[in-house]
Structure formats: structure tokens, C-alpha cells
């Protein structure tokens, strides 16, 4: 297990700089490329050293590229693949492990009307973002087909911080995390559209 302080949304990409000796041990320990760990996010405490208190959902990564960086240090790229659920921690000796199981996946309904809002809503925080003088991503997403696809891009691509992308990771469903997101991004308009009114 590599406990993170971000999220990992199913589909994307994950880089690693690994250079403490329990994490470079698990790189080898899983066969580097093509090897499988979970990665969880860290509720309390920091990614360095141990002795953090991390969530019990996260996200399956698969190793698709390793380099070295010298001095023992590696580069790894990871991409997530299905949400997990860690139903015991083990002892973090010689690493972070933990007994997991797959999380389902529920169809959704009517997935594109509540990608189309989320969309609608990610441009206007964006922009409101802009109006206030700060850049954070760019305005447009492609979106894939597939929905399910498309909603976690739209997890990953909205402005939110770890906290509320952990709620979406853990959401039952497609239609529960659009749902979600949706109304997270609603108040972050009102927040900005109120922070606009009183400069």
C-alpha cells in the first residue's frame, strides 16, 4: 500500500518519486512493471517516515513505467484501475500492507444530463476562479464516451481539494459522485460569485 496525501481517481495517472527504502523494497517486491499496489489517502500526518492515520477507500494502481534517478531513488508511473477497500491494516513492516477487496461499480442513471451539469459547472467556478485573478486548470475537458469514464475525469479535472475527492471516491455509485460533485462545485460558485460581489 503507498498511503499519499492526494487522491487517486480510477483512469488517471499517478507519478512517484520513491526514495525511501520501504517503498523502493515494495517497487521490487511487486515486479516493477505491470506490479499492483493500493494507494490511500492520508487523513493525519505525512507521506514520509510512517506513523500516519489513513482512509480505509482508495484505488488499485497498476506500474506502467520505472526509471532510476540515482542515489537509489526511482522514478515510478502508475495509473489507478478499480476502488478498493481495505478491510484490515497490517503491520507497516517491511511496508504499508493491507488486506483489500474490489469495490463494485453500479450501473448509473441518466449519467450524461448530470455530466452535462457538472461540466456547465466546473467552466463557471473555473471562471469566476479567473475573474478573480488566479488560474487553476484549464476551462474545457474532453470527456471519453464511455459515462462512467467521463466521471471520474470529471472527479479528477474539478477544482476540489483532497478531502471532498475522497467523498467522491467513496460514493456508492456514478449517479450518487456526479450528484456530488455537482454540488460541491455549486458551492463553490456561490462562494466565489459572493466573493466577486464584496471586492
Known amino acids: 500500500m503507498f498511503p499519499l496525501t492526494s487522491v487517486l481517481f480510477p483512469g488517471a495517472v499517478l507519478p512517484l518519486h520513491v526514495f525511501e527504502e520501504r517503498y523502493r523494497r515494495l517497487v521490487a517486491d511487486i515486479g ?6 493500493g494507494v490511500v489517502l492520508i487523513e493525519r500526518g505525512s507521506e514520509v517516515g510512517g506513523g500516519d492515520t489513513r482512509v480505509s477507500v482508495g484505488t488499485a494502481a497498476v506500474v ?16 489507478g ?5 481495505v478491510e484490515r491494516w497490517m503491520p507497516d ?17 441518466d449519467l450524461e444530463a448530470r455530466i452535462e451539469r457538472c ?3 466546473r467552466r463557471k467556478v473555473l471562471a469566476l476562479t479567473l475573474e478573480m485573478g488566479s488560474v487553476t486548470m484549464p476551462l474545457d475537458i474532453d470527456l471519453p464516451g464511455d459515462a462512467i469514464t467521463a466521471t471520474w475525469v470529471l472527479c ?7 478531502f471532498d475527492q475522497q467523498l467522491l471516491l467513496e460514493a456508492e455509485s456514478a449517479t450518487a459522485r456526479l450528484d456530488l460533485v455537482g454540488d ?16
Request: net charge neutral; aromatic share 2%.
Open 156 to 162: 479528477r479535472s474539478s477544482p476540489l481539494g483532497p
Open 64 to 79: 506502467i513505467a520505472t526509471a532510476p534517478l540515482g542515489g537509489g531513488r526511482l522514478a515510478v508511473t502508475a495509473r
Open 81 to 85: 484501475t478499480d476502488r478498493i477497500r
Open 184 to 199: 460541491l462545485l455549486t458551492e463553490q460558485v456561490e462562494v466565489l460569485e459572493a466573493a466577486l460581489r464584496h471586492q
Open 119 to 121: 461540466v456547465k459547472l
Open 32 to 37: 516493477g512493471v505491470g506490479g499492483k499496489f
Open 93 to 109: 513492516d517491511p511496508y504499508p500492507r493491507a488486506e483489500v477487496v474490489e469495490l463494485d461499480e453500479p450501473p448509473g442513471l
